[in-house]
Nanobody
């Protein structure tokens, strides 16, 4: 049974940093992985993705240069290092696994989400 559990969210001031972690179990770690976020009143949006090898990463323009996605093979986690945070980064962040359609950023498995709040 695939399980994705996010952690590391919290409250931070603008300009600060947070590191989100997605613990992966049930064999999902071999899949392509992604991070998404959903702010109140807005649709869920793509943030970042990492290939199954960890060799390739992709980022939304809004986070490029500030966020870094990586895989930790020792811990079976996919991490999202978020620096220079802005109030507009406030959202619930979700981890996803098993990419089925890159064009629509569709993933098969999803975590429950972790709240990130950036104060101005």
């Amino acid at each position: 049974q695939v399980q994705l559990v996010e952690s590391g969210g919290g409250l931070v001031q603008a300009g600060g940093s947070l590191r989100l972690s997605c613990a992966v179990s049930g064999g999902a770690f071999r899949y392509d992985m992604g991070w998404f976020r959903q702010a109140p009143g807005k649709e869920r949006e793509f943030v970042s993705a990492v290939s199954r090898s960890g060799g390739s990463t992709w980022y939304a323009d809004s986070v490029k240069g500030r966020f870094t996605c990586s895989r930790d093979y020792a811990k079976n986690t996919v991490d999202l290092q978020m620096n220079s945070l802005k109030p507009e980064d406030t959202a619930v962040y979700y981890c996803a696994a098993d990419l089925t359609d890159w064009g629509t950023k569709t993933y098969k498995y999803w975590g429950q989400g972790t709240q990130v709040t950036v104060s101005s």
